[in-house]
């Protein structure tokens, strides 16, 4: 099958681990391979509310076998939805457009932003991805675009309380990180660009999950506004119940002028959208044309309604919550017993592992993080790697996972850091 995909898809479609995984099937926490071997899922966010949840399947089968158009018909299901959705952010949220991936949404926001600022500039940090598309990939700083990066971005450093900038902490580090952003600013200002905004995911989760030093985002995101830009929230890994809260941007109390959501919106089916303030998304709706031809189409908003009633009816975030709590205790546990794990951070359901050759010196194990991806692999748990040094182990498991499914996980892990 490798060798078709090369043929088919020409190379480089990125694939899990050294011995990919050919999975056929998936039911709730769990996947089964081909050859019927049972998997514990602790990576995939997308199916939050368990693969392939009966309440979601049957609301996508009714709906597929009755309509499916797009948004330049009347149609319900759409009006619904947004009602659903936006009464669950800040009230000064209160539109809603909706793409087909986080981003389309993204590069609709940075539109957005543009121009209501009528500044180009945007801000973003050095360890971090938003998305595939020309406009977005200029943000991308894990991956280079191979033009070069344009005029209109700074990337400015993560906040990260672990290997902290200047060995600083507390308020100090925030300070130290958010005078990073007043130095991008400045920046653009004396190369006559003008700000349009800032996107960062709230919780960091590409750059490797950081403990965010209490106060940065205030005082990055009140320069940034001070300078007349836009912060725009890259909710598409951290939304829908995930750090325990129904948003990411909850822990900061800072609330977004525009958020962009994704991945688990449709537990699987593509639909994703920009949630912004009114005024910001009215200007631009009456001068700019903006149609997608699929996003909102009556399929994919039955979708998006099931998987919030069962988000809602199961309680996933409160599960997040209580579950995340355990999760991390048992990880701090194995962090006591294994000098390897330099560092455990979690908010909700979402976990990142750091791994260390030398813990003084905090020197990345990334080779380590790789043996240990894999050798989970092998013992029927899916997890991966992030961060800056990917040498971060990633567990982000669907929002049912369970205290028994997390003791599966600490029996193997432990097998598995102790066999290094
Ligand atoms: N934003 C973030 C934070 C992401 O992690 C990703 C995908 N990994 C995207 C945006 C892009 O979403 P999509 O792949 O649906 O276009």
């Not at 995909?5 to 990919?20: I, S």
């Amino acid at each position: 099958m490798i060798e078709r995909r090369e043929r088919l898809l020409g190379p480089g479609n990125p694939l899990f681990y050294d011995d990919p995984v050919h999975l056929v099937r998936g039911e709730g926490v769990w996947l089964f391979d081909r050859d019927g071997k049972r998997y514990l899922d602790c990576y995939n966010n997308v199916p939050c509310v368990g693969h392939c949840h009966p309440a979601v399947v049957e609301a996508l089968c009714r709906q597929a076998g009755l309509l499916n158009t797009h948004t330049r018909y009347l149609d319900e299901h759409i009006l619904d939805y947004a009602e659903r959705l936006l009464g669950k952010f800040d009230a000064s949220l209160d539109r809603l457009i909706l793409t087909c991936t986080g981003s389309e949404a993204n590069d609709l926001a940075l539109r957005i932003a543009r121009f209501n600022t009528g500044g180009e500039g945007f801000i973003c940090t050095n360890a971090t991805y938003h998305g595939n598309t020309a406009a977005v990939y200029q943000l991308c700083s894990i991956f280079r675009p191979f033009e070069g990066y344009g005029e209109a971005v700074r990337m400015v450093p993560w906040p990260d309380s672990y290997r902290a900038l200047n060995g600083l902490s507390g308020e100090a580090l925030a300070d130290a990180y958010a005078d990073e952003v007043r130095n991008a600013i400045a920046s653009f200002e004396a190369n006559g660009i003008r700000l349009a905004g800032m996107m960062v995911c709230p919780i960091f989760a590409n750059e490797g999950l950081p403990n965010v030093p209490p106060g940065y985002m205030a005082k990055a995101i009140g320069y940034v506004r001070e300078a007349g830009g836009l912060y725009i929230a890259d909710e598409v890994q951290s939304g829908f119940g995930r750090t325990g809260h129904w948003w990411g941007h909850a822990a900061s109390g800072v609330v977004p002028d525009m958020l962009t959501l994704g991945k688990p919106m449709g537990g699987g089916h593509p639909i994703a959208g920009v949630v912004g303030r009114g005024d910001l998304i009215d200007t631009f709706r009456r001068s700019e044309m903006y149609f997608n031809t699929y996003a909102g189409n009556p399929v994919s908003c039955a979708v998006a309604l099931a998987v919030l009633d069962v988000i809602e009816g199961e309680d996933l975030v409160g599960n997040a919550a209580r579950v995340g709590q355990y999760v991390l205790r048992r990880f701090k546990e194995l962090e006591v017993k294994h000098e390897i794990i330099g560092d455990v951070r979690g908010t909700g359901l979402f976990f990142g592992i750091d791994l260390v050759s030398d813990a003084k010196a905090k020197t990345p194990a990334s080779a380590e993080a790789r043996q240990i991806v894999n050798r989970m692999r092998h013992k029927g748990i899916l997890m991966s790697k992030i961060g800056e040094h990917d040498n971060v182990l990633k567990l982000r498991p669907p929002l049912p996972f369970s205290e028994e499914n997390a003791d599966l996980l600490m029996t193997t892990l432990d097998e598995a850091l102790a066999a290094l």
